[in-house]
């Protein structure tokens, strides 16, 4: 990936985190992980990676798809883009990332455990 656009990936993920974690007051973004962000080549469209407690995925993706608008206007605060790009949400699966994710997030009922 060149090196803009690497860059830009970057600046998109440290924004997406302070938003999601920090400027939200909804607890189901605010238990979203941003792990990556892929740009398209022209800045339109990016994916952004996320991780989440095991069993609350399909609600994650509920929560970032209602809350796009939200998402989006923040970004335009944060970040002076000619074009915001429209952005996709897609789980990562990555057994590590799930199992790291348990430890911070347990699931309700259960307490955390050292593994």
């Known amino acids: 990936m060149p090196y803009r656009l690497q860059k830009f990936a970057r600046t998109l993920q440290q924004a997406l985190g302070e938003i999601l974690g920090r400027e939200s007051l909804d607890p189901g973004l605010q238990q979203v992980t941003v792990l990556r962000v892929q740009p398209a080549a022209d800045l339109k469209r990016a994916t952004v990676f996320i991780a989440c407690p095991a069993g609350a995925e399909e609600a994650a993706l509920a929560h970032l798809a209602s809350a ?8 335009g605060r944060k970040m002076i883009l000619r074009f915001m790009p429209e952005l996709d949400f897609a789980l990562d699966k990555a057994p590590d990332i799930e199992r790291a994710l348990d430890r911070l997030h347990p699931p309700p009922g259960h307490e955390k455990t050292d593994r």
């Open 68 to 75: 796009a608008g939200f998402i989006k206007k923040q970004l």
